[in-house]
């Protein structure tokens, strides 16, 4: 069992940056963000395999956002530039422990943090 727990969510003016970090328990081989904004689906975000070698972005954050991991603190980041406002949400933390597996698709992930908010003013 892996567990996964957020932090670095606030509320930050159009324009500006924040940082996600999640921590995780045990050994993944791949972990994302995906994100909920009020009234709508979650979302896909990014995600990366633990490795570092293979990240992957949706459309309308590419350029603006990084994913990484440090696996010496056995945490995974979310640098996130140049906000909007409908960069706004909840943004949930994800792993899975097993090889393989979509990493666009949330039904491939099997471990879920409990969120951390996300407001861009405008």
């Known amino acids: 069992q892996v567990q996964v727990v957020e932090s670095g969510g606030g509320l930050v003016q159009a324009g500006g940056s924040l940082r996600l970090s999640c921590a995780t328990s045990g050994r993944t081989f791949a972990m994302g963000w995906f994100r909920q904004a009020p009234g709508k689906e979650r979302e896909f975000v990014a995600s990366?395999?633990?490795?570092?070698?293979?990240?992957f972005y949706a459309d309308s954050v590419k350029g603006r956002f990084t994913i990484s991991t440090n696996s010496a603190k056995n945490t995974m980041y979310l640098q996130m530039n140049s906000l909007k406002p409908e960069d706004t949400g909840v943004y949930y933390c994800?792993?899975?422990?097993?090889?393989?597996?979509?990493?666009?698709?949330?039904?491939?992930?099997?471990?879920w943090g409990r969120g951390t908010q996300v407001t861009v003013s405008s």
């Open positions: 990366i395999r633990w490795s570092g070698d293979s990240t």
């Open positions: 994800t792993a899975r422990a097993r090889w393989g597996g979509s990493y666009y698709d949330e039904s491939d992930f099997g471990f």
